[in-house]
């Protein structure tokens, strides 16, 4: 599982514990609002039939009570019938509007009537005498009463409800948020434990791989767990520890290699100077041309050596210089060949150039030293006698320039490194080819520089071929009388750093 993956799905469950925690709030706040406004209806009902009871009672006594004076004149706290009269339908108005079920409605219907019968009773009976009106009124004033009482009860009955209702809405919102409490702090502990072994102890691991490895603990290697971005981290730091450890061993090769390569030709050099010094009285011209031949062997491969190791260093260092001129390729070919053909390598070397010419732009100097490394290559791992050929060939963009020989043939494996650094193949004989394993990696390098390449061609037992392709500069872009001078003196605009 991927950390972004565990990431949202802890985040998405945490959201989703905030979210019901906050519809739970929503609805409990709802059915608590319901619940005290169905409250406060029942207490509005309540006190407005208590003062409907107090209004009738009232105007019973204003039109019934005994006196000299007229009922209808008379005030109670400084009320009249009338006014009394009057309050009834807003009373009754106001019943109906705080009504908060179909029970209460219908009641509320019925005290209406029985109100309407009551007033109708009065109006009739007002000119009959005292004891009949008595005995028709007090009858519909005491159903008035009555179904008055009933609303009275029934608004108690709903203030319970609504009271017991709103306390069970309480209790059950404290379990809620308790609950939600309880869930929200059990997964922020079960999170923080997660993200402690899946993503903080890995990433804890690797940063400790990297430390240790930082102070010279080459070996150590980070613990590939957890997430999968945290694995792809410790691979990738294990790939690069495996890489430079590599390295660290090639570049120690590279130093054994370099000095037993440098002690060969210093040895000879000391041989041959302390034959020289023993037997000076006995030295015969002959034997002193041998030895100065031997000795400029000897300086010519310590100078090769030196060479490849100063060029790889300003590869390196980004320092490779390159000073362009137009040339013929043809003229480049040549006078390799005519380099090696002089040193009686025992090899055929066979010259195959076009009559027309070949233009490039490159640096002469480092270009004859790309192909006297490709042909001192094809010498060196080619039998005696074998043919090795040089040749120009032209493309409608590019020149070819290639070497072929009929040497071992280099096999897949050695084709993966042939052009890494400090890399040597094997001889004929099965033993590592003298050098320090610079020059075909100095050689691409330089090629590349061009804005060229090299191709390889090769299989075992059946030769190598090598080509570099340059761009080809037309013949109307062919050097001028003062473009060259200027560019061999390396003050030209094009030349390359």
Partial sequence: MSLRAWLAATMGGLALLTLI?????????????????????????????????????????LSDGAGPQDTRSQLIRGRSVESIEAS????????????????????????????????????????????????AVVPAMDAALDSLE????????????????????????????????????VAFVVGSFLLQRIALQPLKDISQAMRRFGVGRKRTRAPVAG?????????????????????QEQQLAF????????????????????????SHAQLTPERMQRTLALVGRQVERLDRMVGDLLDATRIEAGKLELRPEVRDARELARGVVELYRSSDSGHVLQLDVPDAPLFV????????????????????????????EVAVRGEAEHVLLVVKDQGIGISEEDMAILFAPFQRLGNPRGKRAPGVGLGLSVARRIVEAHGG???????????????????????EKAPDAEGPAAEARGDGPDALH
């Fill in 21 to 61: 925690a906050a519809v739970a709030l929503i609805v409990l706040t709802n059915a608590q609002n319901h619940s005290a406004n169905t409250l406060g209806n029942s207490v509005d009902g309540l006190h407005m039939a208590e003062e409907l009871e107090i209004d009738l009672l009232n105007h019973f006594r």
């Fill in 88 to 135: 009834f339908p807003l009373l009754l108005d106001g019943l109906e509007r705080n009504a908060v079920s179909d029970a209460e409605r219908t009641l509320i219907q019925e005290v209406e009537e029985d109100f309407e019968r009551y007033l109708q009773v009065q109006r009739e009976a007002i000119r009959l005498p005292e004891r009949k009106r008595l005995a």
């Fill in 150 to 185: 009933r609303l009275v009860q029934l608004n108690v009955e709903e203030a319970r409800v609504a009271r017991d209702a709103s306390a069970d809405l309480n209790r059950l919102g404290n379990t809620v948020g308790l609950s939600l409490c309880g869930l929200l702090l």
């Fill in 227 to 247: 997430p999968t971005e945290l694995r792809d981290m410790a691979s990738t730091f294990n790939e690069m520890a495996n890489s430079l450890t590599h390295q």
């Fill in 255 to 278: 130093l054994a290699g370099v000095a037993h390569e440098l002690r060969n030709p210093l040895s000879a050099l000391k041989l041959s100077t302390a034959l020289s010094e023993r």
């Fill in 361 to 388: 732009r490159a640096d002469p100097d480092r270009l004859e030293q790309v192909m006297a490394n490709l042909v001192s290559n094809a010498l060196k791992y080619s039998p005696a006698g074998s043919h090795v």
């Fill in 453 to 475: 390449n090299i191709e390889v061609d090769s299989a075992p037992g059946a030769g190598s071929s090598f080509c570099v392709r340059l761009a080809r500069v037309s013949g």
